[in-house]
């Protein structure tokens, strides 16, 4: 049983920056993070494994987000720059058995374990 505790969500202006943080318990292959925004299906933010292996992350985000993996606190970051309205939704963390060769799955079936969610919102 994996548990994951994810922080720092919160209200920006267009251009802003957050680091959100994803805390888990017990040890665990992948570690990602999805959003939901309002009225639109949960989809894939970015990626990492907790051992070897590479980031991966959704064309929308590329480029302005950093997720990354602090070993000794079994902590997943995920730096947020450059943040655009269209960046606002519930964010999620989680974990799981999603290994794909180098990469973490983006896939939300391939992850077992979920946190509850933090908000972002972001205004123009």
């Known amino acids: 049983q994996v548990q994951l505790v994810e922080s720092g969500g919160g209200s920006v202006e267009a251009g802003g920056s957050l680091t959100l943080s994803c805390q888990y318990t017990?040890?665990?292959?992948?570690v990602a993070w999805f959003r939901r925004a309002p009225g639109k299906e949960r989809e894939a933010v970015a990626s990492?494994?907790?051992?070897?292996?590479?980031?991966y992350y959704a064309d929308s985000v590329k480029d302005r987000f950093t997720i990354s993996h602090v070993n000794a606190i079994n902590t997943v970051q995920l730096q947020m720059n450059s943040l655009k309205p269209e960046d606002t939704a519930m964010y999620y963390c989680?974990?799981?058995?999603?290994?794909?060769?180098?990469?973490?799955?983006?896939?939300?079936?391939?992850?077992?374990?979920w946190g509850q969610g933090t908000q972002v919102s972001v205004s123009a």
């Open positions: 017990s040890s665990t292959t992948c």
């Open positions: 989680a974990a799981g058995p999603a290994r794909s060769g180098l990469y973490c799955s983006m896939d939300q079936f391939r992850y077992t374990y």
């Open positions: 990492i494994p907790t051992g070897y292996g590479d980031t």
